[in-house]
T-cell receptor, first 113, second 114 residues
Framework: GENVEQHPSTLSVQEGDSAVIKCTYSDSASNYFPWYKQELGKRPQLIID?????GEKKDQRIAVTLNKTAKHFSLHITETQPEDSAVYFC????????????FGKGTKLSVKP | EAGVTQSPTHLIKTRGQQATLRCSPI?????VYWYQQALGLGLQFLLW???????NRGNFPPRFSGRQFPNYSSELNVNALELEDSALYLC?????????????FGSGTQLSVL
């Protein structure tokens, strides 16, 4: 089955700086890679996703890159703001099951004003 | 449109007891997923139900089980509770057709085993 590793586990940046979170996956059959944001005390919500036929995707201040050969993908947040503070989870769709997502352990991002 | 709802919000049990957690998906969603969120361990996949059938399960012992009802709501049962079962249990649902991968999460059930 799929295994997803995520790092760093914690990340602290100054407001306005960029933040990068990296993930690796094990199953070469995986073809869908979403990122979820979980604010304190709230439910996880999808913020961006990428499919295996695309190398990069952007949505305003956030972007995701995918390297299929190396089996890793990254989340980039530019011009960070205090409201970006949250736990971010990467995930990969289990290629074998064709259905469920396997998540990384999460990165707690703190943006200091 | 109502989101994914879970009940109860909090559940306190003692070791050895059984716990039942409930989830109602968004209307029109046929897939329901259960995840365990324990401190520092991220979102660990438990079970996936679709159209009333169990489609896949994660690396959890058989005392974790569940079912999906004809109205697509779902129940997670945990038998013979252990202290390490204390965690937030999140349910998520997804569309039947197209965009199936996007998960909509509920607010979770916080299970405490004493």
């Amino acid at each position: 089955g799929e295994n997803v590793e995520q790092h760093p586990s914690t990340l602290s940046v100054q407001e306005g700086d960029s933040a990068v979170i990296k993930c690796t996956y094990s199953d070469s059959a995986s073809n869908y890679f979403p990122w979820y944001k979980q604010e304190l005390g709230k439910r996880p919500q999808l913020i961006i996703d990428i499919r295996s036929n695309v190398g990069e995707k952007k949505d305003q201040r956030i972007a995701v890159t995918l390297n299929k050969t190396a089996k890793h993908f990254s989340l980039h947040i530019t011009e960070t703001q205090p409201e970006d503070s949250a736990v971010y989870f990467c995930a990969a769709k289990d290629g074998g099951s064709q259905g469920n997502l396997i998540f990384g352990k999460g990165t707690k991002l703190s943006v200091k004003p | 449109e109502a989101g994914v709802t879970q009940s109860p919000t909090h559940l306190i049990k003692t070791r050895g007891q059984q716990a039942t957690l409930r989830c109602s998906p968004i209307s029109g969603h046929t897939s329901v997923y259960w995840y365990q969120q324990a401190l520092g361990l991220g979102l660990q996949f438990l079970l996936w139900y679709d159209e009333g059938e169990e489609r896949n399960r994660g690396n959890f012992p058989p005392r974790f089980s569940g079912r999906q009802f004809p109205n697509y709501s779902s129940e997670l049962n945990v038998n013979a509770l252990e202290l390490e079962d204390s965690a937030l249990y999140l349910c998520a649902s997804s569309l039947a057709l197209g965009g199936k991968e996007k998960l909509f999460f509920g607010s979770g059930t916080q299970l405490s085993v004493l």
